[in-house]
């Protein structure tokens, strides 16, 4: 903040004689140098406790809300609380005396000279700010706040956190009949995408070809893990897509409870933006930015610290009523680039509050929270239940404790491969690694993974032998492998691949001169392939022999699959 006298030298010589005025100063023959020393020494001398007392209440509670926050406040922020300052040349001042009628509490401190404005640097940017000068603020028996560091640190869930005073007078809700239970599978699906990055080239904007293979396919909460990956450094970028690193196979090797601990550790500081992902919002332009982890912060700051029901309009109104500014430090809401999707409307101005800052922490609950395991909801997404796991975690206290891996694979005689959704991860992992993973059938299904001429290749590929395959299969499964499925493999490493199948369009003729003709024809003939005895052959493109066959007089009958 500033001196009394810096603060008072960027005022209008005018306004400077009406703050010597209130205090009974004569300072109409004073220019500005004169003016502003001696009002320096005047108000350094004022009681200032005992001036509160003698202010209109709402002034009082003016001046008490700017000491309460450090001395100061974003003048957009205390505006909308306190009135504006209206800003005027001294033409306007001398013909409209403001000081004499102030429209707000605001103005009312402006002229008594207990309010001033000025800008300063934030790790926002520069904000303009009301504030208190030093000398007036230590009256208070207060040090003046430092000026915010440049750059934020991510959530420290070991600092006390205080819960919002009016969650506790409300009467809590009705527990839902059939709640949504937090689920836990995010580290399953975490999992699938590092065992896939061990095969497939993964990248950013197609990871959609594994929907098949997760539990939960939301593009939303797919991009989330990924972006967990890449901030624990589980995966790294290469020329052929991300790959797993030895951080991933550390974590790969812990058990379920520790793995989600790890995840809402990383979500805590995570790179990724949720306001970019918001549900009926869509940001644009490249002129702005927010801060994630203001958003986290200002609502795990809100949320009680026991297990209870609490309304998500509840929470979301408590914020707004305490800390509505925790992602606009300046409280200017007029920069963001933010269109309704209903409306196709821009959300600007602080009306637009519930549709921005509101849904985002909705967002924040039902998305992130929830498929990180750290809350349950009701079927409506209305209400939602802090877990347990979500308690332990800001407590700083050990993840819970719970039954998790060691359930053994089967391994099927036709080369399928059972994984439980609660076996190691680890071994899934390796699973992925010598076998093609088939569609996920669903929760408490076992993973489905076949063992393909292509999986052993790609093995072998990676040094990893047709015998280490077997050996490995009869260890994590914890029996002997069916004979035929061991001679299969081991026929494959000594042969290679001696068999094939394929799907194929195959054209059958009743006598073997159509066939001849048809070869024999320079607009047919590039669509015939390999022959299948003297009445049928592969066909190439079937649609386009069937318009040559017809332009020669021959039509042909499409069979339907499975049709003879």
Same mark, same amino acid.
């Given at each position: 903040?500033?001196?009394?006298?810096?603060?008072?030298?960027?005022?209008?010589?005018?306004?400077?004689?009406?703050?010597?005025?209130?205090?009974?100063?004569?300072?109409?023959?004073?220019?500005?140098?004169?003016?502003?020393?001696?009002?320096? &020494?005047?108000?350094?001398?004022?009681?200032? +406790? %005992? =001036?509160?007392?003698?202010? @209109?209440?709402?002034? /009082? $509670?003016? *001046?008490?809300?700017?000491?309460?926050?450090?001395?100061?406040?974003?003048?957009?922020?205390?505006?909308?609380?306190?009135?504006?300052?209206? &800003?005027?040349?001294?033409?306007?001042?001398? +013909? %409209? =005396?403001?000081?004499?009628? @102030?429209?707000?509490? /605001? $103005?009312? *401190?402006?002229?008594?000279?207990?309010?001033?404005?000025?800008?300063?640097?934030?790790?926002?940017?520069?904000?303009?700010?009301?504030?208190?000068?030093?000398?007036?603020?230590?009256?208070?028996?207060?040090?003046?706040?430092?000026? @915010?560091?440049?750059?934020?640190?991510?959530?420290?869930?070991?600092?006390?956190?205080?819960?919002?005073?009016?969650?506790?007078?409300?009467?809590?809700?009705?527990?839902?009949?059939?709640?949504?239970?937090?689920?836990?599978?995010?580290?399953?699906?975490?999992?699938?995408?590092?065992?896939?990055?061990?095969?497939?080239?993964?990248?950013?904007?197609?990871?959609?070809?594994?929907?098949?293979?997760?539990?939960?396919?939301?593009?939303?909460?797919?991009?989330?893990?990924?972006?967990?990956?890449?901030?624990?450094?589980?995966?790294?970028?290469?020329?052929?897509?991300?790959?797993?690193?030895?951080?991933?196979?550390?974590?790969?090797?812990?058990?379920?409870?520790?793995?989600?601990?790890?995840?809402?550790?990383?979500?805590?500081?995570?790179?990724?933006?949720?306001?970019?992902?918001?549900?009926?919002?869509?940001?644009?332009?490249?002129?702005?930015?927010?801060?994630?982890?203001?958003?986290?912060?200002?609502?795990?700051?809100?949320?009680?610290?026991?297990?209870?029901?609490?309304?998500?309009?509840?929470?979301?109104?408590?914020?707004?009523?305490?800390?509505?500014?925790?992602?606009?430090?300046?409280?200017?809401?007029?920069?963001?680039?933010?269109?309704?999707?209903?409306?196709?409307?821009?959300?600007?101005?602080?009306?637009?509050?519930?549709?921005?800052?509101?849904?985002?922490?909705?967002?924040?609950?039902?998305?992130?929270?929830?498929?990180?395991?750290?809350?349950?909801?009701?079927?409506?997404?209305?209400?939602?239940?802090?877990?347990?796991?979500?308690?332990?975690?800001?407590?700083?206290?050990?993840?819970?404790?719970?039954?998790?891996?060691?359930?053994?694979?089967?391994?099927?005689?036709?080369?399928?491969?059972?994984?439980?959704?609660?076996?190691?991860?680890?071994?899934?992992?390796?699973?992925?690694?010598?076998?093609?993973?088939?569609?996920?059938?669903?929760?408490?299904?076992?993973?489905?993974?076949?063992?393909?001429?292509?999986?052993?290749?790609?093995?072998?590929?990676?040094?990893?032998?047709?015998?280490?395959?077997?050996?490995?299969?009869?260890?994590?499964?914890?029996?002997?492998?069916?004979?035929?499925?061991?001679?299969?493999?081991?026929?494959?490493?000594?042969?290679?691949?001696?068999?094939?199948?394929?799907?194929?369009?195959?054209?059958?003729?009743?006598?073997?001169?159509?066939?001849?003709?048809?070869?024999?024809?320079?607009?047919?003939?590039?669509?015939?392939?390999?022959?299948?005895?003297?009445?049928?052959?592969?066909?190439?493109?079937?649609?386009?022999?069937?318009?040559?066959?017809?332009?020669?007089?021959?039509?042909?009958?499409?069979?339907?699959?499975?049709?003879?």
């Amino acid at each position: 903040m500033r001196s009394l006298s810096q603060a008072l030298a960027d005022h209008e010589l005018i306004v400077l004689r009406v703050i010597g005025e209130w205090w009974e100063m004569d300072l109409s023959g004073a220019d500005k140098g004169a003016c502003v020393p001696a009002l320096t &020494q005047a108000l350094a001398q004022l009681d200032l +406790q %005992e =001036e509160i007392s003698y202010l @209109p209440p709402e002034e /009082a $509670e003016a *001046l008490q809300a700017l000491a309460q926050q450090g001395g100061r406040i974003p003048v957009s922020i205390y505006s909308r609380k306190f009135g504006e300052v209206r &800003q005027m040349g001294p033409g306007r001042m001398e +013909q %409209e =005396e403001p000081w004499l009628d @102030p429209v707000s509490p /605001a $103005e009312g *401190l402006w002229y008594r000279g207990f309010l001033y404005r000025g800008f300063d640097k934030t790790a926002d940017g520069m904000v303009e700010f009301f504030y208190l000068p030093d000398e007036l603020y230590r009256q208070l028996g207060l040090t003046p706040a430092p000026s @915010p560091p440049p750059a934020r640190a991510p959530i420290r869930v070991s600092e006390p956190r205080p819960t919002l005073a009016s969650l506790d007078v409300l009467p809590p809700p009705t527990a839902p009949a059939a709640p949504v239970a937090a689920p836990v599978d995010a580290v399953d699906d975490l999992t699938t995408i590092l065992a896939a990055a061990q095969t497939i080239p993964l990248q950013e904007d197609n990871l959609d070809r594994l929907d098949y293979l997760l539990l939960n396919s939301d593009a939303r909460r797919r991009g989330l893990l990924l972006t967990l990956a890449w901030d624990m450094k589980m995966l790294r970028q290469t020329d052929n897509g991300f790959k797993p690193t030895r951080a991933g196979v550390t974590w790969l090797q812990k058990g379920r409870e520790a793995q989600l601990r790890d995840l809402a550790e990383a979500w805590s500081g995570s790179s990724w933006n949720e306001l970019r992902y918001t549900p009926g919002l869509v940001c644009e332009g490249s002129g702005w930015e927010n801060d994630a982890l203001l958003a986290r912060t200002a609502l795990l700051d809100g949320l009680p610290r026991d297990v209870g029901w609490l309304r998500l309009a509840d929470v979301i109104a408590g914020i707004k009523e305490h800390t509505p500014d925790f992602q606009r430090l300046d409280g200017n809401y007029d920069t963001w680039y933010i269109r309704d999707v209903a409306t196709n409307q821009f959300l600007t101005g602080f009306d637009s509050w519930d549709l921005v800052e509101g849904r985002l922490l909705a967002f924040l609950i039902t998305g992130p929270l929830h498929w990180l395991g750290l809350c349950d909801l009701d079927a409506a997404g209305e209400l939602f239940r802090p877990t347990e796991r979500m308690l332990a975690w800001l407590r700083l206290a050990p993840p819970p404790t719970a039954a998790d891996g060691g359930a053994p694979l089967l391994v099927m005689p036709e080369g399928t491969l059972l994984v439980p959704q609660n076996a190691s991860r680890y071994e899934r992992f390796q699973v992925a690694r010598v076998a093609e993973a088939q569609p996920v059938a669903g929760p408490d299904r076992p993973y489905l993974y076949r063992l393909t001429p292509v999986s052993l290749q790609e093995a072998q590929n990676q040094g990893i032998m047709p015998a280490r395959v077997l050996e490995f299969l009869a260890k994590v499964s914890g029996q002997d492998l069916p004979p035929g499925l061991r001679r299969a493999v081991e026929r494959w490493g000594e042969q290679g691949t001696e068999a094939r199948l394929q799907h194929v369009t195959i054209l059958r003729v009743s006598q073997p001169a159509i066939l001849d003709k048809l070869r024999a024809n320079p607009k047919t003939q590039p669509y015939l392939g390999e022959s299948l005895g003297d009445l049928a052959v592969v066909v190439t493109d079937w649609r386009k022999l069937q318009q040559m066959t017809t332009q020669l007089g021959l039509l042909l009958e499409v069979a339907e699959s499975g049709q003879p």
